[in-house]
């Protein structure tokens, strides 16, 4: 079993700034890529940034600049860094554990940024 559990989300102005924390564990033998997404009521979830095992990371066009994602290094840990945020960015929150095909994710985190 693994379980991904995020932190962090909440209520802000807009202009304002959240951190999201995500954790991995369980049985977990390698470190893996990890991400955030979001989905805003009446949207598909897409993807807001990706940072790979190394540390390597990717970024959707609506955040960069504003946007920040890293890790703790070897461990299964994420974090994603937001400001500047938008009304537009409102949303709930997912963090991604693993590749393509084999993807766990965290229960969500809500995002609300008023204007």
């Known amino acids: 079993q693994v379980q991904v559990v995020e932190s962090g989300g909440g209520l802000v102005q807009a202009g304002g700034s959240l951190r999201l924390s995500c954790a991995a564990s369980?049985?977990?033998?390698?470190?893996?890529?990890m991400g955030w997404y979001r989905q805003a009521p009446g949207k598909q979830r897409e993807l807001v940034a990706g940072?790979?095992?190394?540390?390597?990371?990717n970024y959707a066009d609506f955040v960069k600049g504003r946007f920040t994602i890293s890790r703790d290094k070897g461990q299964n840990t994420v974090y994603l860094q937001m400001n500047s945020l938008k009304p537009e960015d409102t949303a709930v929150y997912y963090c991604s554990f693993g590749a393509l095909g084999d993807i766990r994710w965290g229960q969500g985190t809500q995002v609300t940024v008023s204007s």
């Open positions: 940072i790979t095992p190394g540390g390597s990371t």
């Open positions: 369980g049985r977990i033998f390698s470190i893996k890529p």
